[in-house]
Every structure is written in structure tokens, then in C-alpha cells.
């Protein structure tokens, strides 16, 4: 005696399932951006980008540590607010941007997108990080251009005053 049930309904479902995490874990772990999770003030996951943009060699050395440590001082303050505020839902997500330190010790111009959510269960940020360094750079080269260009154009306006003047 025994007893047939057709499960293929529920094996198609495993598969896909299975497709399913393996296109997002490929998607999430090749970002070009830094994609973190924070949870009871630690690093619950990290992609290899955000190792990678802290300087480390692989995610799997930042799981577990205390994030605040890879925070300028002269910004923890202000970033240790914001995550407070989230976490505690005064503010659905925020976008902010620190000076954070790498591994070695030298600097980086980070931008972070940071939203409340729930993670195994628990309150957690999720969020992206990016290397804008390069990008103020050009912000400030552009600056710079732009008052040279200022300066050589009043410097032009003079010389025609002062030509105009001359032949007056």
C-alpha cells in the first residue's frame, strides 16, 4: 500500500526559486555600488564593492565590526544621528555623504542612500555607499574653471574699456 502525490508543482518552484536568488546574488554581489546592511550597530553583509571602496580584500572581513570605526571623526557625530533616526523611524531613509577611512587609514569621499528596514526579523539599514572622491574632484576642477574663465573675461571687458578710452 502506499500513497502518490505529484510534488512537480512544488520541485518547478524550487528551481525557480533557486534561479531566482542565484540572478539576485549575482546582481547584488557584481554591483558597482557599495550595498551594506547594519544591524545592532554592526556590519550584518557587505557586497565586495563596499570592501572594496574601504580597501579590504574581501566582504567577509568587515561582517561583524562596528561600521562607526570606518566613519571621520569630524562626521561620526553626524552620521551616528541619522542612523539613530532611522532606525528609530523619525526618518524613513536618507541620503548623506562622510568622509569615510579605509583600511589603511587615508580618506574617501563616500555617498550613502540608507533606508529603514527589517532584516531577519529585526530593525536594520540597508543601504548603498558610493566613491564620489573622483566626482568632487571634477566639481571642484569645474569651479576653478569657471573662475578662470570669469577672470580672463573681465580682464577682456578691461582692456576694451580701456582701449575704447585710448582712442577716445
Same mark, same amino acid.
Given at each position: 500500500? +502506499?500513497?502518490?502525490?505529484?510534488? $512537480?508543482?512544488?520541485?518547478?518552484?524550487?528551481?525557480?526559486?533557486?534561479?531566482?536568488?542565484?540572478?539576485?546574488? +549575482?546582481? !547584488?554581489?557584481? $554591483?558597482?555600488?557599495?550595498?551594506?546592511?547594519?544591524?545592532?550597530?554592526? *556590519?550584518?553583509? !557587505?557586497?565586495?564593492?563596499?570592501?572594496? #571602496?574601504? +580597501?579590504?580584500?574581501?566582504?567577509?572581513? *568587515?561582517?561583524?565590526?562596528?561600521?562607526?570605526?570606518?566613519?571621520?571623526?569630524?562626521?561620526?557625530?553626524?552620521?551616528?544621528?541619522?542612523?539613530?533616526?532611522?532606525?528609530?523611524?523619525?526618518?524613513?531613509?536618507?541620503?548623506? %555623504?562622510?568622509?569615510?577611512?579605509?583600511?589603511?587609514?587615508? $580618506? !574617501?569621499?563616500? +555617498? #550613502?542612500?540608507? %533606508?529603514?528596514?527589517?532584516?531577519?526579523?529585526?530593525?536594520?539599514?540597508?543601504? *548603498?555607499?558610493?566613491?564620489?572622491?573622483?566626482?568632487?574632484?571634477?566639481?571642484?576642477?569645474?569651479?576653478?574653471?569657471?573662475?578662470?574663465?570669469? %577672470?580672463?573675461?573681465? $580682464?577682456?571687458?578691461? !582692456?576694451? %574699456?580701456?582701449?575704447?578710452?585710448?582712442?577716445?
Amino acid at each position: 500500500v +502506499g500513497t502518490l502525490r505529484d510534488i $512537480s508543482r512544488r520541485k518547478q518552484a524550487e528551481r525557480e526559486l533557486v534561479d531566482s536568488e542565484a540572478r539576485f546574488r +549575482g546582481l !547584488v554581489e557584481q $554591483s558597482i555600488a557599495g550595498i551594506y546592511i547594519i544591524q545592532d550597530g554592526k *556590519l550584518a553583509y !557587505v557586497n565586495p564593492r563596499f570592501a572594496q #571602496i574601504l +580597501g579590504y580584500d574581501c566582504a567577509e572581513d *568587515l561582517i561583524g565590526r562596528d561600521g562607526v570605526e570606518a566613519i571621520a571623526e569630524k562626521d561620526r557625530a553626524r552620521v551616528l544621528e541619522t542612523r539613530r533616526q532611522l532606525i528609530e523611524g523619525e526618518a524613513q531613509s536618507a541620503n548623506y %555623504t562622510f568622509a569615510a577611512l579605509k583600511k589603511d587609514g587615508a $580618506s !574617501v569621499e563616500v +555617498g #550613502i542612500h540608507g %533606508t529603514r528596514a527589517t532584516y531577519r526579523g529585526r530593525p536594520a539599514l540597508i543601504g *548603498l555607499i558610493q566613491d564620489i572622491s573622483e566626482k568632487l574632484r571634477a566639481e571642484e576642477e569645474i569651479r576653478r574653471y569657471v573662475e578662470q574663465l570669469k %577672470t580672463a573675461f573681465m $580682464s577682456t571687458v578691461e !582692456v576694451a %574699456t580701456i582701449i575704447s578710452e585710448m582712442r577716445d
